[in-house]
C-alpha cells in the first residue's frame, strides 16, 4: 500500500499540474486528509496535521487521554494505560498520547477514496485558476508554440504548457502553420465547455492589430497616440485612425517610422495585409476623404440625419475608392460611420469654379456657410436643391436664390 511519503511525492512531482504552486498543494493534501479522518471518526478535532512545505512532507499526529483499563469507551479518542505504557512507560492517567498516523493505518478503501478526492480537487483548483489566469488577460497579445494542427483549429501551448485554441475562423485567410512554429495572437475570450476553460485565441480580430501597433510604436504605448478606431479586412486591407495630443508629433509619419520600418513588422504579420494609417478627425468630410485614401475627391454631400455621405471623384479616381474586392470603400465606411456612395464627376473639372472666385459678387459670410456644408465649388452647390442649400447652410430662401443665380450665370 502507498504511504504518506509516496503520496506526497506522487504529487510534489506531477508535472500536470502548471498553475497550482507547492503551499497550495500542501494546504489541499491537508483538507484532504482532514475530510478522510472526518469521514472516518466523525471528527478531526483531536488530530494534528503538520505540514512542511519545503521539505514536501506531511505528518499526521493522533491525540488521545489516558484512562484506566476499563474507561475506555472511544477509541479513537481515548487509550488505556497499559496500552499507553507500551508506548512511554512514564505515561499517568489524564495525560495525553500523541501517536503518528501512516496511511495504512487508515485501510486501503479509504487511501484509495483520498487520492481520488486529491486528484479531483487539484484538477478543480487548476481548471479554476487556468481560467482566471487568461480571463483576466482577454485582449493582451500572446506569443505559442504550435502543438496540433487540426482542420478547423490550431492547438497552441503558451510557456506553461496550457492548452490554447486558434479557430480557423480566427485565422488570416493566408496563414499556414507547421508544428513547433511559434505563432502570435491576442486572447480573445476565455470559455467553459463541459466544466472545462478553454482559451481561444485571433489573428482576426481589430485588437490584434491594436497590439502589433503598441509593440512597434512607442508613443502608442506611451499614450502620446490614440488609436481612434480600427477596421479590418483580414489577409487583405486594414484602416486605423489615429490621433495625436501632442502638436509635435506627427501621428501617421510616427505609425508608418522611417521608410515605412514600423509598419513593415506589423504587415509581415499579417501576411501581407494592406495598412492605412489615418490623421482622425472630427471633420466628417474630411475624415472621409482621408478614409478613401489613396482616392483623391473632389466634393462630400453629407446626409447627418441618414448617416449617409454623397463623395464625388473625377471617373479616375473612382476604381481607387472602391478598391479591390470593394474592400476600400467598405473599410471607409465602418471607419467613418457614414453609408458612402461613390460618384463620377460630370463634365470636365476644369470647367468648376471655386466660390471664392465670386466674393465679388457674394458676401464672405455666405461663402463660408457653403463651405462649411462640403460646398467648394459652384458646380457643388449648384447639385444640391433650394430646400437642401436652405436646411444646411440655414440661410434665408432669397439668399439661396440669388447665390444659384449667380452660379447658374456662370455656365449658360
Given amino acids: 500500500m502507498m504511504n504518506t511519503d509516496q503520496l506526497i511525492e506522487s504529487f510534489s512531482d506531477f508535472k500536470e499540474f502548471k498553475n497550482i504552486d507547492r503551499v497550495t498543494m500542501m494546504n489541499i493534501l491537508e483538507e484532504v486528509f482532514r475530510s478522510m479522518i ?34 475506555v469507551e472511544d477509541e479513537n479518542k481515548e487509550i488505556s494505560i497499559a496500552d499507553a505504557v507500551n508506548i512511554e512507560p512514564d505515561f499517568e492517567i ?12 487508515f485501510g486501503r478503501r479509504a487511501v484509495l477514496a483520498l487520492r481520488q478526492n486529491l486528484i479531483s480537487t487539484i484538477h478543480e483548483l487548476e481548471k479554476d485558476s487556468l481560467y482566471k489566469l487568461y480571463k483576466d488577460r482577454v485582449g493582451d497579445i500572446l506569443t505559442g508554440e504550435v502543438y496540433q494542427i487540426w482542420k478547423k483549429e490550431v492547438l497552441i501551448l503558451d510557456d506553461e504548457g496550457n492548452e490554447l485554441i486558434l479557430p480557423k475562423t480566427e485565422q488570416i485567410p493566408s496563414d499556414y502553420f507547421k508544428k513547433g512554429e511559434t505563432v502570435r495572437a491576442v ?5 467553459m465547455r463541459n466544466n472545462n476553460p478553454v482559451i481561444i485565441l485571433s489573428r482576426t480580430a481589430t485588437e490584434f492589430l491594436a497590439r502589433l501597433f503598441e509593440l512597434e ?8 497616440i490614440t488609436i481612434k478606431n480600427i477596421v479590418r479586412e483580414p489577409g487583405e486591407r486594414s484602416k486605423v485612425a489615429v490621433e495625436s495630443y501632442d502638436e509635435r508629433i506627427d501621428p501617421v509619419g510616427a505609425c508608418v517610422g522611417m521608410k515605412g520600418s514600423r509598419i513593415h513588422g506589423i504587415v509581415r504579420e499579417l501576411r501581407n495585409e494592406n495598412i492605412d494609417v489615418i490623421n482622425y478627425t472630427s471633420n466628417p468630410q474630411l475624415f472621409i476623404a482621408r478614409a478613401l485614401s489613396p482616392a483623391k475627391i473632389t466634393n462630400t454631400i ?3 440625419d441618414e448617416a ?8 479616375d ?8 474586392g470593394g474592400h476600400n470603400i467598405k473599410l471607409a465606411s465602418r471607419l467613418t460611420g457614414y453609408e458612402i456612395d461613390v460618384y463620377r464627376e460630370e463634365g470636365n473639372d476644369n470647367e468648376d469654379v471655386g466660390i471664392e472666385e465670386f466674393s465679388d459678387e457674394i458676401d464672405a459670410w455666405i461663402i463660408d456657410a457653403l463651405k462649411g456644408v462640403g460646398c467648394d465649388t459652384a458646380k457643388s452647390v449648384l447639385r444640391l436643391s433650394k430646400e437642401d442649400l436652405i436646411k444646411r447652410t440655414d440661410l434665408e430662401e432669397e439668399t439661396v436664390d440669388a447665390v444659384l443665380a449667380i452660379f ?3 455656365f449658360e
Avoid: C
Avoid at 449617409?308 to 471617373?315: G, I
Avoid at 479616381?317 to 478598391?323: E, K, M, P, R, T
Fill in 94 to 105: 489524564g495525560e495525553e498520547v500523541a501517536e503518528q498516523m501512516q496511511l495504512e493505518d
Fill in 38 to 71: 472526518i469521514k472516518m471518526t466523525g471528527t478531526d478535532e483531536n488530530y494534528d496535521i503538520i505540514i512542511n512545505p519545503d521539505k514536501g512532507d506531511i505528518e499526521i499526529w493522533r491525540n488521545r487521554e489516558i484512562v484506566h483499563n476499563d474507561e
Fill in 302 to 304: 453629407i446626409k447627418d
Fill in 217 to 224: 510604436v512607442p508613443e502608442i504605448f506611451d499614450g502620446l
Fill in 408 to 410: 447658374r450665370a456662370e
Fill in 187 to 191: 486572447i480573445k475570450k476565455v470559455d
Fill in 317 to 324: 479616381q473612382v476604381s481607387l475608392a472602391i478598391g479591390k
Fill in 308 to 315: 449617409k455621405a454623397d463623395v464625388f471623384l473625377r471617373p
